[in-house]
């Protein structure tokens, strides 16, 4: 029957103003009447939470209008979820609200249409104030709706109040009066809104069965807080984080009083008689007090007692507390004591068994290794320490990692693999130790190639990590380090990227710049901008890590030997052999001193100079050197390790460059068939492999069995659903046809390119390998599809 306007007050004070007036053409008497009445009921209250009046009159047309306080606040619920507020918070709020409608009884005024929308928030000196709104339909208590009234209310819909908040009572057309209680019953709703994020009932009922809806609501008893939120999860998950509490947490606190008091507001019979009885219980529990809303039991009569007599019932309980607490930490104490001592029993005669092996007489003469002693252990801590599984894990963990140190990564993967099962088995994923076990086999499956398995245990491992150590711990770090080194060798290298940003920021802000941790973080980090081809910014970041890592560990330590050998492999990319040489052949000096000539270490940085030496020309010398690491990594390391591989494959390209060309397509066929076993058919090494295995059978005139290869590296893409690989690898194929001057298969396989995608025609243009198809008139057409097939820079 009205508007509201949004207004400006320019005299006697300035002030932006609510003003309310007549909506045009609804002059009638009753809703007049229903105007007067609401400014006369609002005239006569003077509450902080109710919307104040300043003034009231008519306009020169006869249009009635009052003045009112602007209120630029939010509906309660949307504040209370914006401001994310906790239930205590909430529920200190409402009481507001209560005292506001209280008041209005006072005054003989019942509201009639609480709802959130009704009840808006606005901050005072930053706290938050509620202001109650709209006494469009409210009554006065004493007086019984005139006839006129009810035919009014009738024509507009029957219905006094909102769905969804309206009382039973305002439901019943049988009901011709009402009183304070229908009040207390919306303040219900709307509690049980502040508490769940829901209402009662389903509100799609009161939309699609209106009728059926108002019988449910005369009818039927709405269900408990804690039960409505427990039976909708997603409700719950989402009502709990704008609380501030996990959603087990947020039902497990309205279980119990919470549901007493918000069901007894929503109760047809025993109701609250009024707001102010209503905030008085809430204050109760505010206070760890008895409720009246819950019914008398002789548990709730005693905590009734206790809270009258706190002091001396505290005083008695903690006296017999300490008593019964002392007893009990005896008892765990002497427990303790005796766990540890039977723990530090058979951990030395756990010790002293391992090392027998050293002693002259079981040794008669030989000298001992320390790989006969992990071996002894090895053999004996299953039995040894069978009772004690966590010691027995723990010890398993430090013996993998021993193993894996001395570059025996299958007897490693064995100890380390039984470590994180009996760690699983004895105390969870949530326990440190077998964290720790988990981490150490991770990176064992990337030293060794697995890095499916490596990244499918590290995503298990970190959001444990994260719970049990905090996401800045060394040790989350060190896994999350660990997953992107993964993802760096599965060739996800934008994720891999992402993810050790973080982790180097993370380490850095935490640790400071000269850490270890941040130190290895920087060079994981520079693998992966290697990776992508950013050559600069990676030679810089492994030139900054190598100095730092000299100065604070030392030049012979293995994380400087291991940023020594990156840099040295970047700088072989770049072109800078001579400053690549010289760093590798130093590092192989000293990582053959610190670790031996068969260490897998050691071996790589051999694989490093052999490529630095084959990229400055020197072919000869690089293939005495690749078949010198090639035969180590045989006899130490499994077939299909990737560092095995990588020396096979550059091994076969030396050849070639050397015209060796049967011997380099055998050994790249042997090096594609374990790629595409352990890397997947279209990883980056793959492809490298299956490109210089096509190169070398169109050298040896078998474009044939070239196109077989190129044919099955293609259906790799169309399964995989990469279009650009699928149009990459056409246009080698055609760059190799016409270098063997194979011109019509060139144009066949270039075309191929072209509509799968292949884009740039500059490139295309300017490339040497394709220089005898310029002068066919089909090369500019070809030319043209790819320039149109481009993306165009967006214009305005």
Known sequence: MGQVWLAEQTAPVKREIALKLVRGGMFSSVVLQRFEAERQSLAIMDHPAIAKVFDAGSTVDGQPYFVMEYVPGLHITRYCDDKKLSVKDRLELFIRVCEGVQHAHQKAIIHRDLKPSNILVVEVDGKPMPRIIDFGIAKVATEVESQAERTFITKLGALVGTPGY????????????????TDVYSLGVVLYELLTGILPFEPAVWKQHFDLALKQLREDDPPSPSNRLRKDASTMMASGELRGLAPTMLVSQLRGDLDWVTMKALARERRYSSPA?????IRHYLKDEPVVARPPSTSYKIRKYVQRHRLAVGFATGIVGLLVAFGIAEYFQVQKITR????????????????????PNEARGHSVSARQVLDKASANIESGLSKDPQLQARLMADMGHAYANMGLFPQAQSVLEKSVAIGRRAAGTADAGTLNAMGTLAFLYIRQGRYADAESLLRESIPAEEKVHGPKHLATLAARRYLAFALENEGKYEEAERLQQQVLATARQTYGPSHWETLLSANVLANILDDLNRLPEAEQLYRETWKAQIETLGADHPDSLTSASNLAGTLEREGKYEEAEKIQRETLGLRTRVLGADHPDTLVVKLN?????????????????YRETLAVQRRVLEPENPDLLATMANLANTLRSEGRLAEAEFMQRDTLTKRKRVLGPIHPETVKSAEDLISTLYAEKKPEEAAIVVRSLVSAFEQAHDAQGEANTWYDLACLSALAGR????????????????????????????KSLRNDSRFEVLVTQARNRAPHPATN
């Open 743 to 770: 011109t019509e298969e060139a144009f066949v396989s270039l075309k191929e390119s072209v509509e799968h995608g292949y884009s740039n025609a500059d490139h295309m243009k300017a490339d040497d390998d394709l």
């Open 340 to 359: 540890e001592r039977d723990r530090a029993d058979r951990v030395a005669k756990f010790m002293v068994d391992m090392f027998k092996v050293s002693d």
């Open 277 to 281: 009885e209503f905030a008085t219980d």
């Open 609 to 625: 100079l052999a490529n630095t030496l084959d990229a400055s020309g020197r072919h000869a010398e690089a293939e005495s050197l």
């Open 166 to 181: 309206m009382s039973p009572e305002q439901a019943d057309p049988n009901v011709r009066d009402v009183d304070t209680r």
